[in-house]
């Protein structure tokens, strides 16, 4: 594994902008805000040729009775207890505060090794008389860092390396299947990845909107490899009116790109809403295998009709991904959950299909004898061949005499019976249509 190396401090001095420049990506959100970082957060840095993961973490208020601060606080430390090393971030703004000595005396007691960064340290040269302060902490010499503009974070880095155990990852992860966990707020997101890792590993509230960071968990079990993406739960339009919610659901999008698999999460004492449909529809845009789980099954009134018309009433609000299964969980009792880790790894296997072109073209030319392809104004659509160009999702290239001939109707026949042979389910499909250069026909 990857030495770990966790990133702490109290709120808002800078441990989210410092995080992103390691990193070298926008992987955290970065906010005046205090406490806009809730959760753990993870990325990749590598510096002199040694490779470490780097864990963001909210701003640790000792003492705070906030229900919101105390969970982070509880974050934090888990993510102390995980870390080979840790960069302790302060603000020579600010110069050294009540907090600072409280966090610092916290640090001492992990007995881990500790980096003092002393932040926003942004103009060149001897450093100011607030600099010194620091020393006071007694963590050894602080290093001054803007992490704004990059300067310092070389010799830190330098000094986070000094204390790094051997880097001993040396398999192969290409096995590992990421999973989105994605939904509307409070639609149990969290409460799912908890259940799977059996720690809290996200912060768990009723507050809708807990969760504004995607976050990873690395999760081996019987069935194989995973990680675990849970995102901030996307809200409609009109209710993203803070900077904070904004970022959150750019980031949700970003957390479905990295993803193999999304699990889309609904509220099943809710129902459908429009919420729903537009996330889904991110993870039908990019092409991602997706499973829809309905959450809280538990909790909903039962007689022996209830799933069958709750799976129809679905189908048909989810017409528009009707190759993405249904299931029916709780997470809170971890109901199904096995089922769930059998459902992503089969999907995950129908979005990286191959067919071969040889297979393909069987079934267009059973399909078009079938079904004739339509005609415009006397003039007819041929296709000559079909070959599979790419896979995640599976994308066909169909070539044609003319293209706008080929209505959608036809290509949605297409498609259904290439299903029908091939199954690909759980996975959504990419037809591109290529109409053959008349001069070089043969």
């Known amino acids: ?23 070298g990506q926008r992987l955290a959100i970065v906010d005046d805000t205090p ?15 040694h490779e470490m993961l780097l864990i963001d973490t909210g701003g640790i208020e000792p003492y705070s009775d906030d229900i919101i601060l105390s969970q982070m606080r509880r974050q934090a430390q888990l993510a102390i207890d995980s870390a080979d090393v840790i960069i302790f971030v302060t603000d020579v703004r600010t110069g050294v505060v009540a907090t600072d ?16 960064c002393v932040n926003k340290s942004d103009s060149l040269g001897d450093p100011p008389a607030e600099f010194y302060e620091f020393y006071n902490l ?19 880095l330098d000094k986070v390396i000094e204390y790094l155990p051997e880097n001993t990852e040396d398999e192969e992860e290409s096995d590992t299947v990421k999973v989105a966990v994605i939904g509307k707020p409070n639609a149990g997101k969290s409460s799912l990845v908890n259940k799977i890792v059996g720690e809290e590993r996200m912060i768990v509230s009723d ?32 209710k993203v009116d803070d900077a904070i919610e904004k970022y959150s659901v750019i980031r949700a999008r970003m957390a479905v790109e990295r993803a193999n698999v999304c699990v889309i999460m609904i509220d099943a004492t809710e129902g459908f809403t429009e919420q729903d449909s537009k996330v889904a529809g991110i993870a039908h845009e990019l092409g991602k295998a997706s499973i829809i789980a309905v959450n809280k099954w538990d909790l909903v009134e039962k007689d022996g009709k209830t799933m069958d018309s709750f799976r129809k009433k679905l189908m048909n609000d989810f017409s528009f991904m009707s190759y993405a299964p249904i299931i029916f969980i709780s997470a809170k009792t971890g109901q199904r959950i096995d089922r769930l880790f059998e459902l992503i790894k089969y999907v995950d296997t129908q979005n990286a299909m191959r067919i071969s072109t040889g297979k393909l073209n069987d079934v267009l030319a059973s399909a078009t004898a079938r079904v004739q392809p339509p005609t415009d104004k006397g003039k007819r659509l041929k296709i000559y061949y079909m070959t599979q160009a790419s896979t995640r999702p599976p994308t066909f290239v169909c070539f044609v005499n003319n293209k706008d001939l080929f209505h959608y109707s036809y290509q949605r026949y297409l498609d259904n019976r290439i299903r029908e042979v091939f199954g690909l389910e759980g996975t959504p499909t990419k037809f591109v249509i290529r109409e053959r250069d008349k001069n070089n026909k043969k």
């Not at 808002?12 to 410092?18: A, E, R, W, Y």
């Not at 406490?35 to 040729?49: A, H, P």
């Not at 000595?101 to 003092?116: H, N």
């Not at 690395?218 to 990680?227: C, D, Q, R, T």
């Open 138 to 156: 007694c963590l050894g010499d602080p290093i001054q860092v803007s992490a704004v503009h990059g300067h310092g974070t070389g010799d830190l």
């Open 35 to 49: 406490g806009v970082t809730r959760d753990r957060i993870y990325g990749e840095c590598e510096w002199l040729g």
């Open 1 to 23: 594994m990857k030495p770990v190396v966790a990133v702490v401090g109290r709120p808002n001095v800078g441990k989210s902008t410092l995080f992103n420049k390691l990193c």
């Open 101 to 116: 000595e409280e966090v610092a005396a916290m640090l001492q007691k992990s007995g881990k090794p500790i980096v003092l």
């Open 207 to 238: 507050i809708a909107g807990t969760t504004r960071d995607a976050t990873d968990t690395l999760v081996e079990n019987k069935y194989g490899s995973f990680v675990f993406i849970d995102t901030a739960g996307l809200r409609r339009k009109s």
